[in-house]
């Protein structure tokens, strides 16, 4: 299922909320991981049908029913996520969007993430925006989601820091991580338009940013902002089916990676080599070293190793048993990954696999596995100049594109 986001006055999460809810989303579906994460009965959704500049849709307001503890810091709030009763999917897709806030917070604040309080990235409302959205999503079968630049907004808005300049720096900070483009505020009121928690969503989910691509429609919901504006303040959820009309230009995915780094100056060169591989046999998706200066003219070791979300926790293990620091960093970036595809290919020095990727231009680009060069070569005792000569033409005629078709 393809989702498209139409946000010509921006978004906010219970705008992307109103949305999903205006689509048809059974509000169980919000419940029941609220109620999980123990918040049941702490909140109320006010859910109504409103006119913005003679367009309806719904709008969706988070009413909390108790007193909200001010200093619950990002490391309680992720604790309580991970050892929450929720759906796999789910857990790792909030604890993306949380981390995503938590890491803009300490940026624009200039503090460590796991100190980041609680009115910042916990509130209820914020709560019940960021799991009610990714829940829906996910209930809906979402795989793919294009959003339209938002704008978010110019002048000044109250926080829980006194005033702060539109765009909110965290927006600001979380587009610069994530290389969101945003639209033109210019000719709006002066207006926040775009949230921390909304972009932060959006950030987590979309594949790119652009104008809505050719498709045929087949459901969508309306979400209202509460402002009001010189025209309608609306968001709009466009749901397509995959293949059905949509076009199928190529496009780099956005994904989040969690960075862990240790500087390590008492370790042999064998236990860094062993580290380094175990972390790749454990799933990291790169690791490598850098040579450092560190305290008392020692010379040290900068190890870095990438991972997906849901690895980070297994791979810190890794790092304690293996590895000789006493800590380790980490932080979350984003990066744009082209689409990739692996196949076999038969050839008359024997087998091999490629990787190939494609391009922006649609274009396929292949190569093969160094490791099978190497192995071929040393069979037939040729360089691997001469079997990469040999190979290299009948990558032409094996791409994805062609009539046969590469596994995976």
């Known amino acids: ?60 307001e988070v009413e909390p029913l108790e007193q909200q503890p001010i200093h619950r810091h990002w490391h ?42 609680f009115h910042e990235v916990g509130a209820i409302d914020s709560l019940v925006d960021v799991v009610g959205v990714c829940a829906g999503l996910l209930h809906l079968g979402v795989e793919q989601v294009i959003c339209t630049p938002p704008p978010a907004g110019h002048g000044q808005v109250r926080s829980a820091h006194g005033l702060l300049p539109l765009p909110a720096p965290a927006v600001l ?53 509460t402002r009001d504006l010189d025209r309608p303040n609306l968001l709009r959820l466009v749901l397509a089916e995959a293949g059905a009309g949509v076009a199928t230009t190529p496009a780099a995915e956005l994904q989040t990676v969690v960075v862990q780094q240790a500087q390590i100056d008492d370790a042999t060169a064998e236990d860094l080599a062993h580290l380094a591989e175990t972390l ?51 932080s979350s970036q984003q990066r744009w990954a082209l689409q990739r595809q692996s196949s076999t290919l038969e050839t008359p020095l024997g087998s091999v696999r490629l990787k190939w990727v494609r391009l922006p231009d649609g274009c396929w680009r292949g190569k093969v596995e160094h490791d099978d060069l190497q192995a071929l070569a040393a069979r037939h005792g040729l360089s691997l100049a001469q079997v990469r000569a040999r190979l290299e033409p009948l990558l032409s005629e094996t791409h994805p594109d062609a009539a046969q078709r590469p596994h995976g």
Not at 84 to 105: C, G, H, I, K
């Open 280 to 330: 790749r046999q454990e799933g990291a998706l790169d690791v490598f070293s850098q040579a450092i200066a560190m305290k008392k003219g020692r010379q040290g070791v900068l190890l870095t190793a990438l991972t997906s979300p849901d690895l980070a926790g297994p791979l810190r293990q890794v790092w304690w048993q293996h590895g000789t620091s006493i800590g380790l960093r980490e």
């Open 76 to 117: 309680v709030l992720r604790s309580l996520l991970e050892q929450a009763p929720l759906a796999e999917p789910l857990r790792q897709r909030t604890l993306q969007v949380f981390e995503l806030l938590a890491q803009a917070e300490a940026a624009v604040h200039g503090m460590a993430a796991e100190q980041v309080h």
């Open 173 to 225: 900070e979380i587009a610069r991580r994530c290389s969101v483009p945003l639209a033109s505020s210019e000719t709006f009121p002066p207006a926040e338009l775009t949230t921390p928690t909304g972009l932060a969503l959006v950030a987590c989910w979309v594949s790119r940013f652009g104008p809505m691509p050719s498709l045929v429609p087949s459901r969508v919901g309306i979400g209202l902002g």
């Open 1 to 60: 299922m393809l989702a498209v986001l139409d946000c010509p006055t921006g978004l906010a999460g219970n705008m992307l909320l109103a949305a999903l809810l205006d689509l048809g989303l059974p509000q169980t579906v919000i419940e029941e991981p609220l109620a999980a994460l123990g918040l049941a009965g702490r909140y109320r959704l006010i859910c109504e049908e409103r006119h913005s500049a003679g367009l309806r849709g719904l709008h969706l």
